[in-house]
């Protein structure tokens, strides 16, 4: 005779980690604790230590893929061993490599943001068009306001997609301005000297 099905109730721990892994699969870009927070809606060291089990669960050497800390969230990438293979699925813009102008476009924007397209030119010494317009097409810069004033020029910023490329948990882990003896107005000031000298 065939024994009776039984319901056995999920660990509730086990349920949100599942709800976090499928939250982090659909999402686009990384997502905060907050932002997990509050579509899991469950309490913050709840869902800190369902994270930690995702990480055991998703972690380099035991899956395809692995859950990571990046761009001030959590999201999940091909592992090392899968990602040869997913490059040759398919190409991101990124893997395509960036031109000296777009490195040297991005390296601006990323230090000084949000900075206008007039700026960077002023800094570069250069029309700076072309790389701005390539940089916001691959996701790696996006528009953040305007300068003040009428017609105020379209200021840059860099996007989670730049600090996920470049595995930067934040922007905080670029290497410091404050190693070259100033403040980041100074380096802006210093910039635009090189620039006007370069363009003189």
């Known amino acids: 005779?065939?024994?009776?099905?039984?319901?056995?109730?999920?660990?509730?721990?086990?349920?949100?980690?599942?709800?976090?892994?499928?939250?982090?699969?659909?999402?686009?870009?990384?997502?905060?604790?907050?932002?997990?927070?509050?579509?899991?809606?469950?309490?913050?060291?709840?869902?800190?230590?369902?994270?930690?089990?995702?990480?055991?669960?998703?972690?380099e050497g035991r899956s395809g893929i692995v859950l990571e800390k990046v761009a001030g969230g959590f999201a999940f990438?091909?592992?090392?061993?899968?990602?040869?293979?997913?490059?040759?699925?398919?190409?991101?813009?990124v893997q395509k490599g960036l031109s000296h102008a777009a490195m040297e476009t991005l390296a601006i924007v990323a230090y000084l943001g949000?900075?206008?397209?007039?700026?960077?030119?002023?800094?570069?010494g250069?029309?700076?068009?072309?790389?701005?317009?390539g940089l916001v097409e691959r996701g790696l810069i996006a528009e953040a306001g305007r300068e003040?004033?009428?017609?105020?020029?379209?200021?840059?910023?860099?996007?989670?997609?730049?600090?996920?490329v470049f595995e930067l948990e934040s922007l905080s882990e670029l290497p410091r301005l404050d190693d070259l003896g100033a403040d980041g107005d100074a380096i802006r000031e210093r910039l635009v000297t090189v620039a006007e000298k370069r363009t003189a």
């Open 1 to 59: 005779m065939d024994r009776p099905l039984r319901l056995v109730a999920a660990n509730p721990l086990d349920q949100l980690a599942r709800t976090l892994e499928a939250l982090l699969v659909i999402a686009s870009q990384p997502l905060s604790l907050e932002e997990l927070c509050a579509a899991a809606a469950d309490e913050r060291d709840r869902v800190e230590t369902a994270l930690g089990l995702l990480a055991e669960r998703f972690r």
């Open 77 to 93: 990438r091909a592992s090392k061993d899968a990602a040869e293979a997913c490059a040759r699925l398919f190409e991101r813009p």
């Open 114 to 124: 949000p900075v206008s397209r007039p700026e960077i030119a002023r800094i570069r």
């Open 126 to 133: 250069v029309s700076v068009d072309s790389a701005v317009a």
């Open 148 to 164: 003040d004033g009428a017609g105020g020029a379209v200021r840059y910023r860099v996007t989670p997609l730049f600090e996920r």
